[in-house]
């Protein structure tokens, strides 16, 4: 089964990371990572580079471009979506990386490198300090796909809310949470979002998925379990409003884990003075994975969407952050 965080390799060897756990059929939602190039990143004599350098909206629209004019196959508008997405149909996958098998290889033929001991010691302390067990964990990244090299970090899965949630926990108690350089983190978070340093410092306070272990950044990222995966894909249908600006209340962040990043809240939107009653905060953008709570009060830009609720005959109004409409502009931050 193919699951949010695990890669896709193709035949030419463009390598994909899989996004979320609802695909249309045949096909799977992703965005492409790393490609054939003189990069860091090396495996059985061949290496490779980032597909774009930096994490940010506006080389996710590049790269989109990209896509439709190299490999249009890999690009179409997506009608449960609304708008165009990357997407790998399943004949073009030479080879699926799966997150929990990637682990479950690493233990079993032992560390090769610094890095692999070093994901073996931090998840062995993850299982001894509370009710996790390495079943529940998984590996991805360029650790998962054997590329990685001295200067990389370590991407951990938990599978599970609750699981997801208690590992959070753990690494706060044994004081690996948190930025490596605070100073970098609020470069990242100025160059990132139109936001004043007074703003991106509160976020910064508030990165949950990020830690350091022995001189070694990781994240950690949440991906449901099977029984936990309870939409199917055109069970909710959405479609563009516009951009707009809202003020927000979270009423439940327990799936804020997952990507996306979902927050329940309430408050309102606005588009040329027209309001909208908001229900659900969605971020594809893993800064802000984790990262609010319950009660916590919100300002944000983002694409504003209708949620037609197929299953439940209801429909509400989703605020997108991670858009490529609203590309450079989004932001969301404490108020």
Same mark, same amino acid.
């Given at each position: 089964m193919i699951r949010d965080h695990d890669f896709l390799e193709t035949e030419d060897s463009w390598i994909f990371c899989v996004v979320?756990?609802? #695909?249309?059929?045949?096909?799977?939602? *992703?965005?492409?990572? !790393? $490609?054939?190039?003189?990069? @860091?990143? +090396?495996?059985d004599g061949k290496s490779f580079s980032r597909a774009f350098p930096e994490y940010l909206m506006d080389e996710f629209k590049k790269m989109l471009e990209y896509l439709k004019r190299v490999k249009p196959e890999f690009v179409e508008y997506d009608p449960v979506i609304g708008a165009e997405m990357i997407s790998v149909p399943i004949e073009f996958v030479k080879k699926h990386y799966n997150c929990s098998a990637g682990l479950r290889e690493l233990f079993k033929r032992g560390p090769r490198d610094r890095l692999e001991k070093l994901t073996i010691a931090l998840i062995q302390e993850i299982c001894d300090h509370g009710d996790v067990h390495q079943d529940d964990l998984g590996i991805t990244g360029s650790i998962l796909l054997q590329? #990685?090299?001295?200067? *990389?970090?370590?991407?951990?899965? $938990? !599978?599970? +809310? +609750?699981?997801?949630? %208690? $590992?959070?926990?753990?690494?706060? %108690?044994?004081? !690996?949470?948190g930025v490596r350089s605070r100073e970098q983190a609020l470069r990242d978070m100025l160059k990132r979002y139109p936001i004043? @340093?007074?703003?991106? *410092? &509160?976020? /910064? &306070?508030r990165v949950r998925y990020k830690g350091v272990y022995r001189g070694v950044e990781f994240s950690v990222h949440g991906v449901r379990k099977s029984e936990e995966i309870t939409e199917k894909y055109s069970d909710k249908i959405y479609r563009r409003i516009g951009l707009a600006h809202a003020i927000l209340e979270v009423d439940d962040a327990s799936d804020s884990c997952f990507n996306p990043a979902i927050y329940r809240v309430h408050g309102s939107a606005e588009i040329g003075?027209? %309001?909208?009653? $908001?229900e659900q905060?969605?971020?594809?953008?893993?800064t802000f994975s984790a990262m609010f709570e319950e009660g916590d009060r919100i300002e944000?830009?983002?694409?504003? %969407? *209708? /949620? /037609?609720?197929r299953v439940h005959g209801r429909k509400f109004y989703s605020l997108l952050i991670g858009s490529v409409e609203a590309a450079g502009r989004e932001y969301v931050k404490l108020i």
């Open positions: 979320g756990d609802i #695909h249309p059929p045949g096909k799977f939602f *992703s965005y492409l990572k !790393y $490609v054939p190039g003189t990069g @860091p990143w +090396r495996r590329i #990685h090299h001295e200067r *990389s970090d370590i991407d951990l899965i $938990v !599978y599970g +809310r +609750r699981e997801f949630w %208690e $590992v959070i926990e753990i690494l706060g %108690e044994l004081g !690996y949470l004043t @340093p007074s703003d991106a *410092s &509160n976020l /910064v &306070n003075g027209r %309001e909208y009653d $908001v905060l969605m971020c594809y953008d893993l944000a830009y983002g694409k504003l %969407e *209708s /949620v /037609v609720d």
